[in-house]
């Protein structure tokens, strides 16, 4: 069965600094990955997707992330954080023809000013 | 345009009753995802539909849970005799078309069983 794996529960950057967020995937094809931003209050928004080709995605508010086949993994990183970054991080892999996302357990980040 | 709305956005029950709970796609997705996000199991695949197929229904997790959709627009969790596990945010999603189309995800509607 897939699994994805998300080892930081908590994260804290300082405003400008770069971030890097982990994410591991167990799945036995071809895996279709995501990552999703909730915001306090707010609902879950995505920022990129990988299905297949370039293995730099890039996303939406400055957001990108690379798929290494080799390591399973699919870190989104950014090289300069804002303090509106502050939110939830949620990796994804999609499985079932890609309806079905299984989601990791999230990353809390915190931006300090 | 307008996205994913979902209704109630916060429900408060007894244990053993049954709710329903509410979800408009974005108009012309033809596709309609249930998720469930709790502190104990994170965010969980509940059901699928899609267009007039039957829906996946692989992710309910007891009989107790049921949902509909009618007229391949509006969809209704339904869940039985309400359990205090139940408690979570219930997350609706819709996408245009099947496949990896980007889910659009609405603000939750927040379940807490007494």
Redesign the interface.
Known sequence: AQSVTQPDIHITVSEGASLELRCNYSYGATP?LFW?VQSP??????LL?Y?SGDTLVQGIKGFEAEFKRSQSSFNLRKPSVHWSDAAEY?C?V?T???????????TQLKVEL | GA??SQSPSNKVTEKGKDVELRCDPISGHT?L?W?RQSLGQ????LI?F?GNSAP?K??LPSDRFSAERTGGSVSTLTIQRTQQEDSAVY?C?S?LG???????????TRLTVL
């Open positions: 279709y999703y209050g707010q609902g879950l928004q995505l997707k299905f949620f994804a999609g079932g023809g890609g309806n079905k996302l299984t989601f990791g357990t999230g | 996205g994913v596709a995802y998720y994170g965010l969980e695949f699928y899609q996946d692989s992710g997350l999603a996408s099947a496949g990896f189309d980007t889910q659009y995800f609405g603000p939750g």
